[in-house]
Nanobody, 124 residues
Framework: QVQLVESGGGLVQAGGSLRLSCAAS????????MGWFRQAPGKEREFVAA????????YYAESVKGRFTISRDNVKNTVYLQLASLRPEDTAVYYC?????????????????WGQGTQVTVSS
């Protein structure tokens, strides 16, 4: 099993940057693809980014492609999401998750382990 603890959220002006971190505990971190999802008030949870278990492949939602970067350090048991060129519509609670079911990287149902979420607020 994997336990996930997120940090790095906060309030930032439009155009600014944040780096979110997700620290994992457990012996099996390197075996799981990891993803980031977000949910804004009144909206559905949406896929943001994902990375394969070894870090060789990455996937992004069209809305964040070119602005956000996902990475992982399997020695430090940590996955990161670098957010740049932030927009007010990026405001949401951001969750990291470990994918434990085969299939699409884009479906939240394929992720069985979730962090507590961290709030990102982008002011205009």
């Amino acid at each position: 099993q994997v336990q996930l603890v997120e940090s790095g959220g906060g309030l930032v002006q439009a155009g600014g940057s944040l780096r979110l971190s997700c620290a994992a505990s457990g012996r099996t971190f390197s075996g799981y693809p990891m993803g980031w999802f977000r949910q804004a008030p009144g909206k559905e949870r949406e896929f943001v980014a994902a990375i394969s278990s070894a870090g060789g492949s990455t996937y992004y939602a069209e809305s964040v492609k070119g602005r956000f970067t996902i990475s992982r350090d399997n020695v430090k048991n940590t996955v990161y999401l670098q957010l740049a060129s932030l927009r007010p519509e990026d405001t949401a609670v951001y969750y990291c998750a470990a994918k434990n079911v085969g299939g699409s990287y884009f479906s939240h149902g394929n992720y069985g382990y979730w962090g507590q979420g961290t709030q990102v607020t982008v002011s205009s």
